[in-house]
């Protein structure tokens, strides 16, 4: 009788150990960037819509709401966030509204990534209508 030769398998669960680890470990950082990314999007939303509703009061002009919202990112993310905020008056469906532009970086990387890629927009209603 030939004798078939025995498959040595020590030192396999260390080396199945690391690469489910490896995977683990890189789903875990794609979520948290995803959710990173979706939170620094929500912040300038906001950041935005509140320095519309500063900009579009009655003693106000759309200046102050570029200001506030410039202060507001820099506190709440990065001053790197801040560097292009913009404000206009318009009209949408007939009402004339503040719209404040944010475009900002997209955290790819923690906060680093590629420059003014993210667009983000906040109106309020013109109290002086």
């Not at 004798?3 to 995977?23: C, I, K, S, T, Y």
């Not at 939303?45 to 102050?64: F, K, M, T, Y």
């Not at 202060?71 to 007939?94: F, H, N, T």
């Amino acid at each position: 009788a030939v004798a078939m030769p025995r498959h040595d398998e020590r030192g396999a669960a260390v080396a199945d150990f690391v690469m489910v680890a490896v995977l683990v470990v890189m789903l875990f950082l794609a979520v948290f960037q995803l959710g990173l990314t979706l939170h620094t999007r929500n912040t300038l939303i906001s950041c935005a819509s509140e320095g519309a509703r500063l900009g579009a009061r009655l003693d106000a002009v759309p200046g102050q709401g570029v200001a506030r919202t410039q202060s507001l990112i820099s506190q709440s993310l990065s001053p790197e966030y801040a560097r292009k905020v913009s404000a206009r008056e318009s009209v949408v469906d007939g009402v004339r509204v503040v719209e404040v532009r944010v475009v900002a970086p997209i955290p790819v990387l923690g906060l680093l990534g590629p420059n003014d890629r993210l667009d983000v927009v906040g109106r309020a209603f013109l109290e002086a209508q």
